[in-house]
């Protein structure tokens, strides 16, 4: 069955520290892997997104590596500000047997408080 | 762009009432994307639709929910009758391409509440 779970469940940092969230995935065949974050009170916006060849991606101080082998991914971000308190999803994309990687599994999210 | 547009933002009904939530997506947009989330489940993929036809709706929960497109910068999601299991944020995305490399793009949401 597919599955993507993510952890922690929740996180909290204090203001200019760095933290790692987690993914992992039993999705097969793999095509894609991307980090959304989700302020409060809105939808998701898309950070990063890997494909199976890609080990590393940079989006400012968020940087996402991915180790396909062991079917895992890993969101860093550096220095946090207040600003990065959100919810950050795990979403992996799997091919669909018509080819056209329609199929998206979801993480629950991290749910990330960065106090003063 | 002014984004994707979803109205209302928030809804609160009765048992049993009929529920209409609507989306604008970005113009220039091909792909047009229904999802439900909840704290338990995540995020949950209802059903999407390409230049306006409904490609796959594998995940809408029953019969209760109908969702059309009947040109390419509208969309509804009507869900008759609502039931209190309902309640949730129904969001809409669009997205330019269906490939794999193209990300989607969310709207606000609509927070649905059935008592």
């Known amino acids: 069955k597919n599955q993507v779970e993510q952890s922690p469940q929740s996180l909290i940092i204090l203001e200019g520290k760095n933290c790692t969230l987690q993914c992992n995935y039993t999705v097969s065949p793999f095509s894609n892997l991307r980090w959304y974050k989700q302020d409060t009170g809105r939808g998701p916006v898309s950070l990063t997104i890997m494909t199976f060849s890609e080990n590393t991606k940079s989006n400012g101080r968020y940087t996402a590596t991915l180790d396909a082998d062991t079917k895992q991914s890993s969101l860093h971000i550096t220095a946090s500000q207040l600003s990065d308190s959100a919810s950050y999803i795990c979403?992996?994309?799997?091919?669909?047997?018509?080819?056209?990687?329609?199929?998206?599994?979801w993480g629950l999210g991290t749910s990330l408080a960065v106090n003063p | 762009d002014a984004g994707v547009i979803q109205s209302p933002r928030h809804e609160v009904t009765e048992m049993g009432q009929e529920v209409t939530l609507r989306c604008k997506p970005i113009s220039g947009h091909d792909y047009l994307f229904w999802y439900r989330q909840t704290m338990m489940r995540g995020l949950e993929l209802l059903i999407y639709f390409n230049n306006n036809v409904p490609i796959d709706d594998s995940g809408m929960p029953e019969d209760r929910f109908s969702a059309k497109m009947p040109n390419a910068s509208f969309s509804t999601l009507k869900i008759q009758p609502s039931e209190p299991r309902d309640s949730a944020v129904y969001f809409c995305?669009?997205?330019?391409?269906?490939?794999?490399?193209?990300?989607?793009?969310f709207g606000p949401g609509t927070r649905l509440t059935v008592t």
């Open positions: 979403v992996v994309s799997a091919k669909s047997n018509a080819g056209n990687n329609r199929k998206l599994i």
């Open positions: 995305a669009s997205s330019p391409l269906g490939g794999h490399f193209y990300e989607q793009y």
